[in-house]
Nanobody, 108 residues
Framework: VQLQASGRGLVQPGGSLRLSCVGS??????VAWFRQAPGKEREGVSC??????YYLDSVKGRFTISRDNAVNTLYLQMNNLKPEDTALYYC??????WGQGTQVTVSS
């Protein structure tokens, strides 16, 4: 199973981006987005697990995770982006299948 992440971009602070992850299967019990900034460890940004959604404290109120099982796609809508959101973003299904990462850069 391959997960294909897309939506990379360079945006100014306060801007928005939507990441997509194609290949996210409806039967996955959990799906998530992680990110890794240069020199930092990978961290979980948001997940859907057991029908509930969870967010990293620093992105609450700004990011929204969703999935469309009809098209096997996981999304991450990111609003009011901040420079500290700059990272390589990864999607995962069941914390076993991983996408290749897509770069998000927030800079003026």
């Amino acid at each position: 199973v391959q997960l294909q992440a897309s939506g990379r971009g360079l945006v100014q602070p306060g801007g928005s981006l939507r990441l997509s992850c194609v290949g996210s299967q409806p039967h996955y019990y959990g799906v998530a987005w992680f990110r890794q900034a240069p020199g930092k460890e990978r961290e979980g940004v948001s997940c859907i697990y057991g029908g509930s959604t969870y967010y990293l404290d620093s992105v609450k109120g700004r990011f929204t995770i969703s999935r469309d099982n009809a098209v096997n796609t996981l999304y991450l809508q990111m609003n009011n982006l901040k420079p500290e959101d700059t990272a390589l973003y990864y999607c995962t299904g069941n914390w076993y299948y991983w996408g290749q990462g897509t770069q998000v850069t927030v800079s003026s």
